[in-house]
């Protein structure tokens, strides 16, 4: 039998990146790959880029450079290393990436990594393969599942792609170029794939998608079902104790999927809902399509019902012809709204989309104070909201063992990170997957530091009975 290739996947950018590396491990584990975390020894490196920004995407170019060393290394020992380009950037640039770097063997869009295998093989054979066409097929259809043990690896928290591309077309954004028009998987399919992963460990469940509250899937009873739907069945999965969603559009929020809020208690309340600016002027102009009154209002029908529910949002500073007065409403937004955290960023112009073309840039210098001072505002927040946690007893899902000796890590409703000593008698590992009380004592940093409120439950097993 031939020794395992080694595998080395690089992956910059949201979440769905994160989902597609795992999938593209998938794909690959069957053809004779193990991963590695080191480039050096790898037979295969596949930079899984990220296109959004920039600074984002020229990242992929500096980082090639370094891998032609590398190449060039094994080479020197007779090892043939094989580097592949995948992701956004992949879609968008194509052809131009080889140009700039002659060093990729493969370039593949994110619709077409079910064919991966084919395409290092005619790059073995004829040099270089390319493939960034939208494929007709389905890709979820011929991805390969992971094995039980993969998904045990993978931990209790786990992705599942629900929605892919954008029909939006806000006008800064690549992502409707780059992941194409609009999918929803079938809600059977997801059901199937959420079934095997709580089967196997998993826990907590985030659906993922570009525009996952445009989900709109078809149901087994043959309707389009929506996000709200989706959630409630999913709830109903044995095993499955928490479930999120990412990236919502506030225009998308519908009904159901406020019901959704109200009635599921596996639903955590912490809801990413980006807005981008305060300013109605600049929403227009970046055709978000509401304007700031519109998504407060958004706002307060998740608050009225469900009381205890958190949100997070993006903003973009420094859009074409960003006053002080329309940077001086988004400021406003956020301090009305008041969010337990936020990305900001510097509006930075991609090419092919129309904002790129429009006048009126915002001097550097003045984005950056923007930036600044939106961030400081925003980490304030954040700071308050962490801080409020004090004294309080909240739930906390434990996810892994800590790096110090008898610890265990586990995040709260709201992605905190909570580090808990479980005491003696009690290995931590035996505590992973399970939602305890724990009373929290303080805040280092971003996490926060307590202790377990109540006598675990009879299914944690203790110290003695794990042979720990
Ligand atoms: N679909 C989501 C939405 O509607 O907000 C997120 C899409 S994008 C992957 C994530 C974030 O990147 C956006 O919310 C936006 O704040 C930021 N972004 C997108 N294009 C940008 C650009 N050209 N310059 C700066 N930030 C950008
Ligand atoms: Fe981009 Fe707008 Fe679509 Fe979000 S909703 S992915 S920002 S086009």
Not at 1 to 18: D, E, F, T
Not at 263 to 286: K, N, T, Y
Request: charge should be negative; aromatic fraction near 6%.
């Amino acid at each position: 039998m031939a020794p395992p290739r080694k595998l080395h996947i690089k992956s910059y950018g949201c979440q769905m990146n994160v989902y597609d590396a795992q999938r593209m491990v998938d794909v690959l584990t069957p053809e004779g790959f193990v991963e590695t975390a080191s480039v050096d020894d790898a037979d295969l490196v596949i930079l899984n880029t990220c296109h959004i920004r920039e600074k984002a995407s020229e990242k992929v170019y500096s980082e090639l450079g370094r891998l032609r060393q590398a190449r060039d290394e094994a080479a020197q020992n007779g090892r043939k290393m094989q580097i592949a380009v995948a992701g956004c950037v992949a879609q968008a640039e194509g052809e131009e990436i080889v140009r700039r770097a002659p060093v990729v063997d493969v370039v593949v869009g994110p619709q077409s990594y079910h064919h991966l295998p084919q395409l290092l093989a005619r790059a073995d054979a004829q040099g270089r393969a390319l493939e960034t066409e939208f494929p007709v097929e389905d890709k979820f259809g011929f991805l390969p599942q992971p094995a039980p043990a993969t998904i045990r690896a993978r931990g209790i928290s786990a992705f599942v792609t629900v929605q892919e591309g954008c029909d939006k077309f806000c006008t800064f954004c690549v992502v409707p170029y780059t992941r194409g028009a609009e999918v929803s998987r079938p809600v059977g399919a997801i059901i199937a794939d959420v079934e095997r992963l709580a089967d196997n460990g998993v826990r907590e469940i985030t659906l993922i998608g570009q525009n996952v509250n445009a989900y709109h899937g078809d149901g087994p009873d043959g309707h389009a079902w929506t996000l709200g739907r989706l959630l409630q069945r999913l709830a109903a999965v044995p095993g499955i104790v928490r479930l999120r969603y990412s990236t919502s559009h506030p225009n998308d929020v519908d009904d159901d999927l406020i019901a959704a809020h109200r009635d599921l208690a596996a639903l955590m309340p912490f809801v990413h809902l980006p807005v981008q600016s305060g300013s109605d002027r600049i929403l227009a102009a970046m055709n978000r399509k509401h304007s700031a009154a519109d998504y407060r209002r958004v706002i307060d029908r998740f608050r009225a019902v469900q009381p205890q529910i958190a949100f997070s949002s993006d903003f973009i500073v420094g859009f074409p012809g960003e006053t002080e007065v329309d940077f001086a409403a988004t400021l406003a937004l956020v301090t009305q709204i008041g969010y337990a955290g936020a990305y900001s960023f510097k509006y930075s112009p991609r090419p092919g989309t129309p904002a790129a073309d429009m006048q009126d840039m915002v001097p550097a210098a003045v984005m950056d104070e923007r930036l600044e001072r939106l961030q400081q505002l925003i980490d304030r927040q954040q700071s308050a909201f962490n801080k409020a946690a004090i004294g309080q007893t909240v739930d906390v899902l434990f996810e892994r063992a800590g790096r110090k000796p008898g610890q265990i890590v586990g995040r709260t409703a709201y992605l905190q990170p909570a580090h808990v000593f479980p005491g003696p008698g009690m290995a931590p590992d035996a505590l992973v997957g399970q939602v305890l009380p724990v009373r929290i004592d303080s805040l280092e940093r971003y996490s926060l530091l307590g202790e377990l409120a109540a006598t675990p439950p009879q299914h944690a097993r203790p110290l003695a009975a794990t042979g720990a």
